[in-house]
T-cell receptor, first 114, second 115 residues
Framework: DTGVSQDPRHKITKRGQNVTFRCDPI?????LYWYRQTLGQGPEFLTY????????KSRLLSDRFSAERPKGSFSTLEIQRTEQGDSAMYLC????????????FGPGTRLTVL | DQQVKQNSPSLSVQEGRISILNCDYT??????FLWYKKYPAEGPTFLIS?????DKNEDGRFTVFLNKSAKHLSLHIVPSQPGDSAVYFC??????????????FGKGTLLTVNP
């Protein structure tokens, strides 16, 4: 399977714990995006990488959130001191660097903070 | 402020009939629009897109129409099949001026196709 993969698929944690999610984009895609989806809402943009450079962060991304993409390959999203409001589906997407190109999404990581 | 709006949370149609899903946007900078389909516990799957230089794009049973003056687009599915039952998201992005192509999504419309 050569699609976008995410790990883990599900994560249950207690409030105050740190969690880290991983995304492996399609191999030739140099652009990578993180989105968050809560119940009844569409996905909301969190952050964007072009190769290894993080070029934009949403105001939704508080200082408890950090994302990296070392060497422009896989990416990680870390949430420190989780809060119940962080419970959501975290989606990763990647795309080729051409105009009018769709983003391909991974299956998501479902985070539940107790 | 919702820049992309899908005002119908749900739509129910009979198998074989046409499904029409609507989407409105407010940001005039948007020039590339996409429809995604999402099943529970899966990521969104790309369906069809349209750039603002066109007013129609067709792919098999799926057609997207864009009315720029009204800032409105619609997705037509003909004929509808039970396997089309899913949540459909409208998304928009800016493609010009060094854009990062981030997507702004609507809240989605749950389509149910009844056999």
């Amino acid at each position: 399977d050569t699609g976008v993969s995410q790990d883990p698929r599900h994560k249950i944690t207690k409030r105050g714990q740190n969690v880290t999610f991983r995304c492996d984009p399609i191999s030739e895609h140099n652009r990578l995006y993180w989105y968050r989806q809560t119940l009844g809402q569409g996905p909301e943009f969190l952050t964007y990488f072009q190769n290894e450079a993080q070029l934009e962060k949403s105001r939704l991304l508080s200082d408890r959130f950090s994302a990296e993409r070392p060497k422009g390959s896989f990416s990680t999203l870390e949430i420190q001191r989780t809060e119940q409001g962080d419970s959501a589906m975290y989606l990763c997407a990647s795309r080729l660097d051409f105009a009018y190109n769709e983003q391909f999404f991974g299956p998501g990581t479902r985070l539940t903070v107790l | 402020d919702q820049q992309v709006k899908q005002n119908s949370p749900s739509l129910s149609v009979q198998e074989g009939r046409i499904s029409i899903l609507n989407c409105d946007y407010t940001n005039s900078m948007f020039d590339y629009f996409l429809w995604y389909k999402k099943y529970p516990a899966e990521g969104p799957t790309f369906l069809i897109s349209i750039s603002s230089i066109k007013d129609k794009n067709e792919d098999g049973r799926f057609t997207v129409f864009l009315n720029k003056s009204a800032k409105h687009l619609s997705l037509h599915i003909v004929p509808s099949q039970p396997g089309d039952s899913a949540v459909y998201f409208c998304a928009a992005s800016v493609s010009s001026g060094g854009s990062n192509y981030k997507l702004t999504f609507g809240k989605g419309t749950l389509l149910t196709v009844n056999p």
